[in-house]
């Protein structure tokens, strides 16, 4: 999603006549993330995904239409999600620090689509959400108290 707002701004400068020297160009290149999110985003499936990785990259976690109280070998070790479930009632992924839906959370709404780098991202309590979440569950945008990943 990043990656949008970084070409529109490049776009922008570019109308107004800003010459961007190629390094600076190229840098923002690289720390733009999503291409590999938007290549694996697809028709709403229903189903949340983690990866171990930047940008949906890596090892894939998680992949599951329901609620989890505990993600096993998936604990700890998200940097990034997606959200493909149906939009209407329950179309947010609410994402926790804990097992059993505790601690800290943030969630996931479905037109955000992704988050590519949990690392920029805090829970609730203020913990970093990156290598954080346990376990998640799909609730109403209200049940999010103004806490979103991006």
Same mark, same amino acid.
């Given at each position: ?30 720390? %733009?993330?999503?291409?590999? !999110? ?8 229903? +189903? ?37 479930? *149906?939009?209407g ?6 994402? *926790?620090? +804990? ?5 800290? *959370?943030? !969630? ?20 970093? %959400?990156?290598?954080t979440?346990?376990? +998640? ?6 049940? !999010?108290n ?5």
């Open positions: 999603m990043r990656m949008f707002t970084a070409a529109a701004a490049l776009a922008g400068l570019t109308a107004l006549g800003v010459t961007v020297p190629a390094t600076t160009a190229q840098a923002a290149g690289s720390v %733009a993330a999503g291409p590999v !999110c938007n290549s694996k985003w697809g028709p709403r499936n229903g +189903h949340m995904y983690a990866w171990q990785d930047l940008d949906c990259t890596g090892t894939l976690l998680i992949s599951t239409a329901g609620n989890s109280s505990w993600w096993g070998a998936g604990n700890d070790k998200a940097t990034s999600v997606m959200n493909r479930g *149906y939009v009632s329950l179309d947010h992924v609410k994402f *926790y620090e +804990h097992i059993n839906h505790g601690g800290g *959370y943030s !969630c996931l709404a479905p037109g955000e689509l992704y988050a590519d780098n949990l690392t920029d991202n805090r829970l609730s309590n203020g913990v970093g %959400a990156n290598d979440i346990t376990s +998640h569950k799909w609730v109403n945008g209200g049940d !999010c103004g806490h979103f990943l991006t």
